[in-house]
């Protein structure tokens, strides 16, 4: 008879028989005597002792002492085939003089999830004692996989493969097995919080927000989607977590999306706004103030403390003020001087964080999760109020306002629709400019969506969609900035399928440039003008530095192309652009697909433009290329 001690969160199963566990894969021999389960010689495959019902988290703790030669395994989360082989999740037990305790095997799937054979894994494969019995720990809560030996961390990973299972004891194949398992104690856990974020760009468009902050903050704990659309219309009922920035001034925010965000944080959400003070007032502010905070103009100061619940550490800081709050909030983190960066409250059932934007990332790369180790597990913690279904999944809110323009359609939200008709007839205006420059129209099923950004922050394509910011140098004040982006944009579509090898952004701002010329605005001819002096200050005579070296200066690459563009246009007459795009278009539509376009390529389709052999040319103004054949 066998008998397992099990201390569980809700209620203790002592296992007082082994008929409540089942034996499958091979033959071995399965004993219980004075506390101690004992498997020995597995023969005709390795064989399981496995759980009557499965666990999704929890943490398991027992003893272990295995005969030298033998191999085992703890299976935890595991599952039986039709054909009795168990598979799943195994912490190692080897006894071979190269093992490798604690570390995560795949049983009968995909092998080695962690293998610590990292050099700097060396204190986990120490942690095991052979010949002596050993500690084992296992943890599993959501996709959180822990294991640990005599106290030392050996397995740390993130899976999401298997969410629960059965719990097994292994007897490897082979005679020389011998292991023993003693206080064995199972306690289940909660289910692991899981956040289901939103990111807000229908205030602010940002890069950052537009799933950088979940990569550095969220990734591996929950799933993020992006709101477009209005925010009074975006369907909150499976998100636990709303992420807000400080919000573009000209795109106040409505009434409504004010309500809607207060109804969701009374039931049970969690919104985190990260905001500075501002001399006119981020858009956010009323939000802000509707849940009785406030933005200071108090420039924060080092050192910066942190409440203990936090775990912090060293604080990372970019910059910026302090907050203000009323008696309801719980600071979390202070300047010297005692004033808030950080801090909390409970509003109904729902939480609202607020904090300074210097606290988190906002790079466009996501290169720079500061605090990541403090911040991931207080949104965790803060979402527990609202578990959302992980099954269900939630979704996006796209802009959820367009009109077509021919065979154009506009995308806006309520906020950018006092924007979206003017940018739009921007574009209509630049088109056809575009077309007489490069003498072709857009590529194949380009440019169908101009969407309206909420910012002043530039745009993007994707060749079928163009985005732009509604803001772009101060449009409409100022046209000029906002003629050239639309055209950069739009460029792009022009360009693609086969994308510039070294002058893809500085060849679409050629071409707002010369639309802008084109329409008289003498902006362009000094943007163009000074692009091509910031190159000769880095290379006088522009045939010196090679455009193609890694590491060349981005001002080298921009102006240098301007030049060579000009010269073109100088030596084979206006047009040289449009017999390049040409060019291009019948010479890769003829040679069918490729799987890359380069310099060397690029130079092979000019000199088939203009008719006559340009790598001479390039050569003498620098750039390393060399004569291809299209074919």
């Given at each position: ?10 209620a ?7 008929s409540d566990w ?16 004992n498997g ?17 988290d ?11 030669g ?8 595991s ?12 912490c ?7 093992w490798?305790?604690g570390a ?12 610590l ?24 809560q ?12 050996c ?11 059965l ?16 206080n ?38 929950g799933?993020d ?15 636990n977590?709303?992420l807000?920035?400080?919000g ?13 965000i ?41 050192p ?11 604080i990372e ?9 009323s008696?309801?909030y ?5 300047d ?26 906002h790079?466009p790369?996501?290169?720079?999760p ?12 803060s ?17 959820e ?13 309520e ?5 979206a ?21 857009p ?5 169908k969506?101009?969407?309206i ?7 993007f ?20 900035p ?9 460029g792009?579509s ?7 090898p ?7 701002t050629?071409l707002g ?16 003008a000074?692009?091509?002096a ?8 522009l ?9 060349t ?9 301007y030049?060579?563009?000009?010269q ?52 003498s ?11």
């Open positions: 008879m066998i008998h397992l001690v099990f201390a569980i969160l809700f203790q199963q002592p296992i007082n028989d082994m089942v034996h499958v894969g091979g033959q071995a021999t399965y004993t219980f005597t004075d506390g101690e389960l020995v010689g597995a023969t005709g495959g390795n064989a399981f002792l496995h759980s009557p019902r499965e666990y999704s929890f943490v398991l703790e027992c003893d272990v002492k295995i005969a030298p033998g191999n085992s395994g703890i299976q935890f989360r599952h039986v085939r039709d054909n009795g082989r168990l598979f799943g999740y195994q190692e037990i080897d006894s071979s003089e190269t490798i305790c995560i095997y795949d049983e009968a799937r995909r092998g080695w999830l962690e293998d054979r990292d050099e700097n894994e060396n204190l986990a494969r120490e942690a095991f004692v052979q010949g002596e019995w050993n500690h084992y720990r296992i943890k599993a959501g996709n959180h996989l822990q294991t640990w030996i005599n106290g030392v961390v397995s740390d990973i993130r899976d999401d493969v298997d969410a629960s299972g719990i097994a004891f292994q007897v490897h194949g082979g005679d020389a097995t011998d292991v023993r398992w003693k064995i104690v199972i306690t289940e856990l909660p289910p692991a919080p899981f956040i289901h974020s939103v990111s807000d760009i229908s205030q602010q468009f940002s890069f950052y927000m537009d799933g950088r902050f979940f990569t550095q903050y969220i990734k591996g704990d799933a989607v992006r709101n477009w659309g209005t925010l009074s219309k975006l369907d909150l009922s499976n998100t977590l709303l807000l920035d400080g573009e001034r000209r795109i106040p925010y409505s009434q409504d999306s004010i309500d809607h207060a109804e969701y944080v009374t039931k049970g959400g969690t919104v985190l706004i990260m905001a500075d003070h501002s001399n006119d007032g981020p858009a956010v502010l009323p939000l802000i103030e509707h849940f009785g905070g406030a933005l200071s103009d108090q420039k924060a100061q080092k910066f403390t942190a409440a203990p619940s936090l775990a912090a550490g060293e800081y970019y910059g910026g003020n302090t907050l203000a709050f008696s309801d719980t600071y979390l983190i202070k010297k001087k005692g004033r808030p960066l950080l801090a909390r409250r409970q509003f109904g059932k729902g939480m609202v964080l607020l904090g300074s934007r210097g606290l988190f990332g790079k790369d996501h290169s720079d500061i605090n990541a180790h403090w911040i991931r597990p207080l949104l965790l913690n979402v527990k109020a609202k578990v959302v279904d992980k099954t269900k999944g939630q979704h996006g809110q796209w802009a306002l367009s009109k077509q323009l021919g065979p154009l359609k506009l995308e806006f939200n906020g950018t629709m006092p924007f008709e003017a940018i739009a007839d921007e574009y209509i205006l630049v088109r056809p400019h575009l077309v007489e420059i490069t003498g072709v129209e590529a194949p099923g380009m440019i969506n101009l969407l950004l909420p910012t002043g922050g530039g745009g394509s994707s060749g079928q969609r163009i985005a732009i910011g509604a803001f772009w140098g101060n449009y409409p004040e100022k046209r000029y906002m003629v050239e982006l639309i055209s950069h944009e739009a792009h022009w360009v693609l399928p086969y994308a510039e070294l002058w893809n952004e500085p060849i679409a050629y440039i010369k639309v802008g010329q084109r329409l008289g605005m003498t902006e362009a001819d000094s943007t163009l000074r692009a091509i910031n190159a000769r200050k880095l290379d006088p005579d045939n010196k530095i090679d455009p193609l070296a890694e590491g200066p981005r001002d080298l690459i921009w102006g240098k192309s030049y060579v563009f000009e073109l246009e100088e030596k084979y007459g206006p047009g040289a652009m449009a017999k390049y795009f040409k060019a291009k278009r019948k010479l890769l539509k003829e040679g069918g697909a490729r799987n890359s376009y380069t310099m060397d390529d690029c130079v092979a389709v000019w000199s088939a433009a203009v008719g006559e052999d340009l790598v001479p040319w390039f050569q103004l620098g750039f390393s290329v060399t004569k291809v054949s299209l074919d």
